[in-house]
């Protein structure tokens, strides 16, 4: 018989996704130390790699022993690694077509398996080449339920502010850019050039804080995240993985992987990204975008932006 405080190990990949959150938001009595935790929210952005690689393999990839992948599947209430990988072989049956295709592409596309592309052509491709699996991996991590609730807020906030920094401020200011294209009151936190806490302080539990950082993470982004929530303000992460510090404020997170050869972050998926959004934010307004659109490019006209 099952004791009463036996854990009842997750039997799906978005369980195990789920209970990430969870722990990095204190909202679980299950407890895995900082190492575990981070390895925990690594497999669960892989789970094609993690059902058809060895522990060995696996250890490898994630810089950990075998001996740690094994305690954290019987820490998760698991038999054992065979029986946490099966949760991960099951996932692959139920999206067996996109891994397929996934796979063949690897196998036939030469320039993404060099480690040193030899030609200049060779160095782009593969770099797009590593941005198409990214964006592969985010899709196959998106909730409707967290799309739609994230459009609605966006379309609706009274205020919406981004905020990012460093690499990522690039990405804060082109989603405000085209936010502002189909509404009202949109700017960066810092935008006038007066500080994030003055940003802040202009804000309240009617508008939205959009925040966005990946590893590794920008301290004080986490840090403003965090201190919005706790004023009331309705905060949406744009990030990483689940273990990052955006997760525990906010109320819709989404987790774009930038894994490439790229000298720096890979921002390609989160451009896709964040143009998807946009896309369902204008759906969400209707009229008042496309009102919003003429009357910007009315002003356009007049003022003779464009050439020709």
């Not at 305690?71 to 999206?95: C, H, I, M, P």
């Not at 987790?255 to 720096?264: A, G, L, V």
Request: charge should be neutral; hydrophobic fraction near 45%; charged fraction near 20%.
């Amino acid at each position: 018989m099952m004791s009463k405080n036996q854990l009842i190990a997750p039997r799906t990949v978005e369980q195990l996704r789920a209970l990430v959150i969870d722990i990095n938001c204190g909202s679980t009595d299950v407890s895995l130390g900082g190492k575990a935790h981070a390895v925990l929210a690594k497999l669960v952005e892989k789970p094609d790699e993690v059902a058809v690689s060895s522990i060995t393999e696996l250890s490898e990839v994630f810089g950990v022993n075998p001996s740690t992948l094994t305690r954290l599947a019987t820490r998760l209430g698991y038999a054992g690694f065979g029986d946490f990988q099966s949760v991960f072989r099951e996932n692959v049956t139920k999206t067996s077509r996109r891994f397929y295709t996934k796979q063949a592409h690897r196998l036939i596309d030469k320039d993404s398996q060099a480690d040193h592309p030899t030609t200049e052509l060779g160095v782009v491709v593969k770099l797009a080449q590593e941005s198409i699996r990214n964006v592969d991996n985010f899709l196959s991590q998106l909730n409707s339920d967290d799309l739609a609730g994230a459009a609605q807020i966006l379309a609706h906030a009274r205020r919406v502010r981004v905020h990012g920094l460093r690499q990522i401020h690039s990405l804060a200011s082109y989603l405000t850019y085209g936010l502002g294209m189909i509404r009202a009151d949109v700017s960066l936190l810092d935008g006038p050039g007066l500080g994030t806490a003055e940003g802040l302080a202009q804000l309240d539990k009617n508008d939205v804080l959009v925040v966005a950082t990946v590893a590794p993470y920008t301290r004080s982004v986490a840090e403003v995240a965090r201190i919005a929530h706790q004023a009331g303000v309705t905060v949406i992460a744009i990030t990483d993985n689940r273990a990052s510090p955006l997760v525990p404020p906010a109320k819709h997170a989404f987790f774009i992987p930038h894994e490439s050869s790229f000298i720096s972050n890979s921002m390609g998926a989160y451009v896709v990204f964040c143009e998807g959004m946009l896309n369902l934010v204008a759906r969400e307004l209707g009229d008042k975008a496309l009102q919003a659109l003429e009357r910007r490019e009315g002003f356009i006209s007049q003022l003779n932006i464009e050439v020709g």
